[in-house]
């Protein structure tokens, strides 16, 4: 069991405003600035279409990555901390990041920022089709995805241990 000390609970809670301004506030701007601009018609053509379907497809499976992602933050900061068998490199390294205070808190923060950018880009996405097309059908497709993988990532306190017990192991996983 992780012990909730002052500096998780201060990193969860900057992931918890995080994820309502990445997850909740920028798709309300987005869709403010769909109805800003109104188009005339609407571009039917069949470079659209594609595009549509690419990017459907692309933020479908794009969080998949994620545990990919996971595996490496940890791996490399257990690599990090390893004092056997470093390199000249992976010493300063080492040293480098010992002054910027690197701990398992703010590598959880830094880890669902990154999580956090691959499920906005489902959003940016439906508004990239709404720019190109001007449909707002289409756009919205691309919102029900994006609140899907909000769902999915959105932080909290199991999630959180979850990924502190990983990196706090002494194996690398």
């Known amino acids: 069991m992780i012990e909730w000390t002052d500096e998780l609970k201060k990193q969860f809670s900057r992931s918890i405003y995080f994820a309502f301004v990445m997850f909740v506030g920028a798709p309300l701007i ?19 279409d594609i595009m549509f379907y690419i990017l459907l497809i692309i933020a479908l499976f794009y969080p998949l990555v994620i545990p990919i992602l ?3 933050f940890v791996t490399a ?3 990090r901390n390893d004092v056997k068998n470093k390199s000249k490199w992976a010493m300063k390294l ?16 830094t880890f669902f920022v990154v999580k956090s950018a691959l499920v906005e880009a489902s959003f940016i996405f439906g508004l990239l089709i709404y720019i190109v097309s ?4 289409r756009m919205l497709y691309f919102y029900v ?5 909000s769902l999915v ?19 690398i996983v």
């Open 145 to 149: 995805v994006g609140i899907a993988w």
């Open 153 to 171: 990532v959105f932080p909290t306190k199991s999630r959180c241990e979850k990924f502190l017990e990983k990196v706090s192991a002494n194996a």
């Open 70 to 72: 996971e595996k490496a």
């Open 30 to 48: 987005y869709l403010f600035m769909t109805t800003e601009t109104i188009f005339q018609e609407f571009s039917t053509s069949g470079q659209n």
């Open 94 to 109: 080492q040293s480098h990041s010992n002054k910027r205070n690197s701990t398992p808190e703010k590598l959880y923060f």
């Open 134 to 137: 001007g449909d707002m059908t």
């Open 77 to 79: 900061h257990h690599k």
